[in-house]
């Protein structure tokens, strides 16, 4: 049925949440006298990381902003910042800026792990910089108090019950809602694709900069693609990489939904490794490409009867569990070899329990996912629509179940979009360049073509005939020469357009062959 008392559940929640955010929250004693002045950033070499490492050379800093930009004058919050700068300072051209994806990746940790990379890439042509969004790493946190079961990465998302049942899904993301409502409060409330572009806006201020270059990828392309939208003048080179559907109405929910596709279109790359002859006994699946979905489809049914855990309480592996272990190895072939060992440990084990230890997202991060799809825009309420939708998505992809049209915490989140939702259009600078993989899991290239479309002449495609997510600089994800060779043909071009401002003619293809324009 339809929700009923929308409006008194959200007078009741907003009550329960104007207390829990009081302690994270700061009004900086400058905020009046100097609103409008840029912040500054006091730079430090980063501190070493929980396993003791950090990026070489990195610098991180602190930059106050805006709980809420409509109130200037109001609570700051602190995102935490880093750059690398320059080894060649006279061949610095400007400022790159590397924007995560998720929501809630870290680009502080992306830019520890791909800096130094990146910056030889593009032989110093910039300082490389990066921020953790709000709610993400060491800025400002929020806490949904979440139990350790909703933080299983396999119950974050909706994966439907046995047979499609989305009673559970529906009950677990009720209780999900009211609990990032009643104690992430005002600040999971900021959480938004909207306030990030307005976060890097104030970081280009507090750095000094007329314009940025970007790398975003993943969540991070609309984050880059909102930007590129509001400003426009502040964009320098563009560079969006593994990009969604920009739909205004859909958002996030469009993007989960393309992931049933998106499965099937790149399920065959596994399959076609885990049959392999070259495989050894425990990572051979199949002895045919086309057997190994079949038998991975058979697995997770009987798996779907198997409880959560064992008699002795152990955690034990189950059908959504294969599912979701399935759905995130598809991201980068490298992790092939760990799907393909839990399934053939799963057909081996006939009738016996599989143990397995199940993933779990951290606190800060189920709440910045949380809020970021639930603030953007708003979800439908009516749970028979999601069934409906559960069991004819589950009929046409199988591999996925039904778990990309099922219930979020959405469905019953209190708050409207406080921003309206950005369409993209093809006013501004020819700036950017898209890369995106033909078999991409998550963002399928159905989906980055309408971000192509959106852009019109703004935009140049680079697709890559391979599979996975994340583009550039991605060559180690993958295990075929051919695909290095495809992979390698888009490093350059997008190397080529943050060098030199050179962008291909027309859209192209990269193959093991080279580039081939359209």
């Known amino acids: 049925m339809a929700l009923t008392k929308r409006a008194q559940r959200k007078a009741l929640l907003l009550t329960l949440s104007s207390a829990a955010v009081a302690a994270t929250l700061a009004a900086p004693a400058q905020a009046t006298a100097g609103q409008h002045a840029s912040p500054t950033l006091a730079w430090k070499p980063c501190a070493a990381d929980s396993a003791g490492s950090t990026g070489a050379g990195m610098e991180c800093a602190t930059l106050p902003v805006p709980l809420d930009y409509r109130k200037p004058t109001g609570p700051h919050i602190s995102i935490a910042v880093s750059r690398l700068r320059s080894d060649r300072p006279t061949a610095r051209r400007g400022t790159l800026l590397v924007i995560p994806g998720g929501p809630g990746g870290s680009g502080n940790g992306k830019l520890a792990i791909v800096g130094e990379g990146l910056r030889k890439e593009t032989r110093g042509a910039y300082d490389i910089v990066s921020l953790d969004p709000r709610g993400v790493g060491d800025s400002t946190r929020a806490d949904c108090k979440l139990g350790e079961d909703d933080l299983d990465v396999a119950h974050l998302r909706p994966w439907p019950g046995p047979d499609g049942d989305i009673s559970d899904s529906v009950k677990r993301a009720r209780r ?51 930007y590129a939208q509001k400003y426009p003048e502040r964009t320098d080179r563009w560079v969006l990489d593994s990009s969604g559907d920009p739909d205004p109405s859909r ?8 992931m049933s596709g998106a499965a099937d279109d790149r399920f065959p790359d596994f399959a076609k490794w885990a049959a392999d002859p070259r495989r050894d006994k425990k990572h051979r699946v199949a002895e045919r490409p086309e057997d190994v979905r079949p038998l991975f489809l058979s697995l997770a049914a009987k798996l779907d009867r198997v409880p959560d855990r064992s008699a002795d309480g152990k955690p034990q592996l189950t059908g959504n569990q294969l599912r979701a272990t399935m759905q995130q190895a598809l991201y980068s072939d490298t992790s092939f070899d760990r799907l393909a060992a839990l399934i053939v440990s799963a057909r081996d084990a006939g009738d016996k329990p599989v143990p397995f230890e199940p993933a779990r997202a951290t606190s ?34 199988p591999l996925t179940a039904g778990m990309p049209v099922g219930v979020m915490p959405c469905a019953f989140w209190p708050y409207d979009p406080a921003d309206k939702p950005a369409r993209i259009t093809s006013d501004g600078p020819k700036n950017v360049l898209m890369v995106q993989y033909l078999r991409d899991p998550a963002t399928p290239h159905r989906g980055a073509l309408k971000m192509r479309e959106a852009f019109g002449d703004r935009a140049r495609m680079v697709s890559v005939n391979a599979g996975g997510h994340g583009v550039y600089l991605g060559s180690g994800d993958l295990v075929d020469s051919g695909d290095k060779r495809a992979n390698a043909c888009a490093d350059r071009a997008v190397t080529t357009f943050l060098t030199t401002g050179h962008r291909p003619a027309s859209d192209a293809l990269c193959t093991a062959a080279g580039m081939e324009t359209k």
């Open 364 to 397: 800060s991060e189920a709440a910045v996912s949380i809020g970021v799809i639930c603030n953007d825009v708003r979800w439908t309420g009516s749970i028979p629509d999601y069934a409906r939708d559960v069991k004819a998505d589950r009929a046409r992809h």
């Open 251 to 258: 958002a996030e929910r469009g993007w989960l939904a393309n």
């Open 176 to 226: 999900m809602a009211e609990s990032c409502t009643r104690n992430g409060g005002e600040l999971i409330r900021s959480f938004s694709t909207a306030n990030e572009v307005r976060d890097i806006d104030r970081f280009r201020q507090a750095l000094g900069e007329e314009k940025l270059s970007a790398w975003g990828t993943s969540y991070g392309t609309y984050v880059g693609a909102v």
